[in-house]
């Protein structure tokens, strides 16, 4: 480790937790939308209207990395645990 | 010591993220919502054909603009993370355990895995979209 690098922050309940409140928000919007359909829009709407343009599929496939390096590559020790 | 590490490194990165996505997620609701000009509801919620240069239906797809398509959006969105992933080493935190070599190595064997699957599932999925066309061609020719 460099000097002045420090260690990754350990606290997942928290994160656990706010994680689970963002996406709990993020479905709780779509199960409204899909309910009343036709007066609030889809989240698969909204994509759509984003990957229009470059900027927002960039910043969407910035997202899908950023997730699957979490995942996949930083977290493979957790995921891929013998 | 221990809320505030807990506070520079999850909370601010986490909230911004989101307020990132958000954002975007409500400025494309906002173009959703938007009023067309003509459109005599006012609300454009229902989205129209998938815009792309393999959209046209029932055309033959043109995959050098598809290439271009995605090439330009795989490399734009790398850009963009690894832009956000140095200014979190080098304005939040200085993360141990080769994170900036992580970032560019790891997410770049993600693109190199996902988009040639990617693009052979596009390939075989077209080929047979065409099998189907020409087969169903050859029946109307032969029962007119």
Request: aromatic letters at 12%.
């Amino acid at each position: 480790m460099n000097c002045g690098e420090v260690k990754v922050a350990r606290h997942p309940l928290v994160g656990y937790l706010v994680w689970a409140l963002l996406f709990g928000a993020l479905f709780a919007w779509e199960g409204l939308s899909l309910a009343r359909a036709g007066s609030l829009p889809t989240l698969s709407d909204a994509f759509r209207v984003i990957m229009r343009y470059p900027v927002g599929r960039w910043a969407l496939f910035a997202l899908w990395l950023w997730a699957g390096w979490h995942f996949f590559v930083r977290g493979w020790h957790f995921l891929l645990r013998a | 010591m221990l809320a505030s590490s807990l506070i520079r490194q999850a909370l601010v990165p986490m909230l911004a993220g989101y307020l990132l996505v958000m954002a975007t997620l409500g400025f494309g609701l906002r173009l959703l919502c938007r009023p067309k000009a003509g459109d005599q509801h006012g609300r454009g919620l229902t989205a129209g054909p998938a815009e792309g240069p393999g959209s046209a239906a029932g055309s033959r797809p043109n995959w050098l603009a598809l290439a271009r398509h995605v090439t330009g959006t795989a490399v734009g969105g790398y850009l963009l993370l690894m832009t956000v992933v140095i200014a979190y080493y080098y304005g939040v935190a200085r993360v141990g355990g080769d994170f900036i070599k992580s970032a560019f190595t790891g997410t770049a064997m993600l693109i190199a895995i996902a988009l040639p699957l990617w693009g052979a599932a596009s390939w075989l999925t077209e080929r047979r979209r065409q099998r189907g066309n020409d087969t169903a061609g050859e029946r109307k020719a032969h029962h007119p």
